[in-house]
């Protein structure tokens, strides 16, 4: 098929990218404030991962590797995940169905593949325990692996987290967490708590 990766991937590069995974997780849910419960998105193109144009080198194998590191920093604190979709879903998402139902999103009727939804997408609905899909997220925090655009599933005020993990295998790292509006003018008061 166009655009998967058919080549075996060495363990131990898998391994390096569920730790460099791990590590960029952890860091972004312990920098960005996040609180058990909330919601940290995840986009991942695992063409970029591997150094290729995104969406031209799918590989399920890397996709697994790096679930496992997010979803173990994830399980630590408490926080759901999202996983983004890619543009052949119009970048739906696949959680689990108690994320969906406590924050009231309507579900959708899609399987994500490795072409139809993205390798990330997959390995998430094949390893929740009870996965579902939506079309529209408001995400606390997000981490964006190989430039896949994830700040349309992010709260209306997104802020930029820096992380020590600038990339996972080849591809860029760029993380937000979200706050809330600052309403007022010149002589409102702030809670920092919420900054």
């Known amino acids: 098929m166009a655009g998967m990766n058919d080549t075996k991937i060495e363990q131990p590069f898998i391994k ?4 460099q995974a791990y590590q960029a997780a952890a860091e972004m ?45 994830a399980r630590e604190q408490e926080i759901y995940l999202a996983a983004q979709c890619c543009e052949h879903l119009n970048r739906a998402l696949i959680l689990e169905e108690d994320a969906a139902v406590k924050y009231g999103y309507e579900l959708v009727n899609v399987v994500p593949q490795p072409k139809a939804g993205g390798s990330f997408a997959t390995a998430a609905y094949r390893h929740f325990q009870a996965p579902v899909a939506v079309e529209h997220i408001k995400a606390h925090a997000g981490i964006d692996i190989g430039d896949t655009l994830i700040g349309m599933h992010l709260k209306d005020v997104a802020v930029p987290v820096r992380i020590s993990v600038k990339r996972i ?13 600052f309403v007022g003018g010149v002589r409102a008061v702030y809670d920092e708590a919420l900054l």
């Open 29 to 73: 849910i312990q920098v960005g404030g996040m609180k058990p419960g909330q919601i940290l998105v995840i986009g991942c193109s695992t063409s970029e991962v591997a150094g290729e144009k995104i969406g031209s080198f799918s590989s399920p194998d890397m996709a697994e590797g790096i679930f496992r590191g997010i979803s173990r920093a």
């Open 169 to 181: 295998g080849e591809a860029r790292v760029v993380c937000a967490r979200t706050r809330a509006k």
């Open 16 to 19: 390096q990218l569920e730790e």
